[in-house]
Each structure stands twice: as structure tokens, then as C-alpha cells.
């Protein structure tokens, strides 16, 4: 099983649509998670971390399962320049050590 | 501008020419990492770096080296390359307090190695 895994879609959703991304995590004793957006051959970027609580961002919101070893992502009011490629980061074993996922990648449209 | 910078940005090169990929930031951060990125494989870590002179082995570090005499600097040295090799490059940086901050990436470098 991989250390962190997404679903890669493509998501193909219109504008104005909500759209939610899982990420599991298979190391319980995970301490820290984000999520990071990025755009074709680009750097990747923060778009949040993702606290206990969740938490929300405009019209991002994430939130964490530690029962279930999950975070989420949902996007409300999808805008086209919400298109790209959303990846899930979770620290493991220690602090200084970061896994990815491979990414979900989201088209927006008309 | 806060920033993390990569140099080249694009390289074409032959299996087992020594290269060296430059990796800066100007905001102090004590972390800085390298990552690859290839199709359907995500971002994987190569090598990562707490502070100066401490650097330690990611998930794929075979092929590559590091170092980190200064606290902005930390080049990824590949002394034989191989066309496994071929790539996108990220490097990164954040502050550290016990866990990792958000991590800056730079630009990238594409490598290709014939």
C-alpha cells in the first residue's frame, strides 16, 4: 500500500460546481498535512495546511479524519482558474520527512 | 523578493557526465530539499538538508549527492548520470520549529540525460 495515495481523475466538473478530493495516509502516527496545488510543469504551491479541527479558506475547506486516516479537500463555486493538479502532503515517521501523493488532477469548464 | 532559484532550468546531457543542479533561497530557512517528479510517481524525495552540514537520505537517493556548506545553498550533484535519471527537479526550502512549515519550490529543472 502506498504511503499516500489520491485518486488522479481527472475530475471534470463545471464552473460554479462543488468538487470534493480524499487523500488516505497509511502511517497512523502522521503529524502534519497539506495540501498543494500545481499547475502544468510548474512549481508545486501551498494552497493550505490542514489542521485537526479543519479548517476553511474562501472556498476551500479541508479537513482531517485521524480515525480513518483521511484528509479531504472541498471546493466550493469552482472557478476556471481553479484548474490543476491537487496534491496531498503528509509528514511521516519524522517531522522532517515529507510524502506526496501523486496528485488529482481537476478541469474546471464552461 | 523571497524566492528559492534553480540553475539550469533546462539541461541536456550524456549518460556519465558529472552535472550539478544550483539551488539557492534568500528567506534563511533552515530545510531545504530535493525532489523528482515523474509521471504517475508523484513528487519523491531525494535528498533533505535540517541545517548546515546535516543532510539526509530521502526515498531515492541513489545516483545523487548533496551538500550544505552554506545555509542558502544546497546543490544536487549527480556524478554518473543515467537516462533513469531523466527528470523534473524541485528544490525547496521552509523554517523549522519541530515540524515542517509550508516548503517554498523553485522553478524547477528539467533533465535529460541521453
Known amino acids: 500500500r502506498k504511503e499516500v495515495e489520491q485518486d488522479p481523475g481527472p475530475f471534470n466538473v463545471p464552473e460554479g460546481a462543488t468538487v470534493a478530493f480524499n487523500c488516505t495516509y497509511s502511517?497512523?502516527?502522521?503529524?502534519?498535512f497539506f495540501w498543494y496545488r500545481q499547475d502544468c510543469r510548474k512549481e508545486p504551491k501551498l494552497l493550505m495546511s490542514v489542521y485537526s479541527s479543519g479548517n476553511e479558506d474562501g472556498r476551500f475547506t479541508a479537513q482531517l479524519n485521524r480515525a480513518s486516516q483521511y484528509i479531504s479537500l472541498l471546493i466550493r463555486d469552482s472557478k476556471l482558474s481553479d484548474s490543476a493538479t491537487y496534491l496531498c502532503v503528509v509528514t511521516t515517521g519524522t517531522a522532517s520527512k515529507l510524502t506526496f501523493g501523486t496528485g488529482t488532477r481537476l478541469q474546471v469548464t464552461l | 523578493e523571497a524566492q528559492v532559484t534553480q540553475n539550469p532550468r533546462y539541461l541536456i546531457t550524456v549518460t556519465g557526465k558529472k552535472l550539478t543542479v544550483t539551488c539557492s533561497q534568500n528567506m534563511n530557512h533552515e530545510y531545504m530539499s530535493w525532489y523528482r517528479q515523474d509521471p504517475g510517481l508523484g513528487l519523491r524525495q531525494i535528498y533533505y538538508s535540517m541545517n548546515v552540514e546535516v543532510t539526509d537520505k530521502g526515498d531515492v537517493p541513489e545516483g545523487y549527492k548533496v551538500s550544505r556548506k552554506e545555509k542558502r545553498n544546497f546543490p544536487l550533484i549527480l556524478e554518473s548520470p543515467s537516462p533513469n535519471q531523466t527528470s523534473l527537479y524541485f528544490c525547496?526550502?521552509?523554517?523549522?520549529?519541530?515540524?515542517?512549515?509550508?516548503?517554498?519550490f523553485g522553478p524547477g529543472t528539467r533533465l535529460t540525460v541521453t
Open positions: 502511517n497512523s502516527a502522521s503529524q502534519s
Open positions: 525547496a526550502s521552509s523554517r523549522t520549529g519541530g515540524f515542517i512549515y509550508e516548503q517554498y
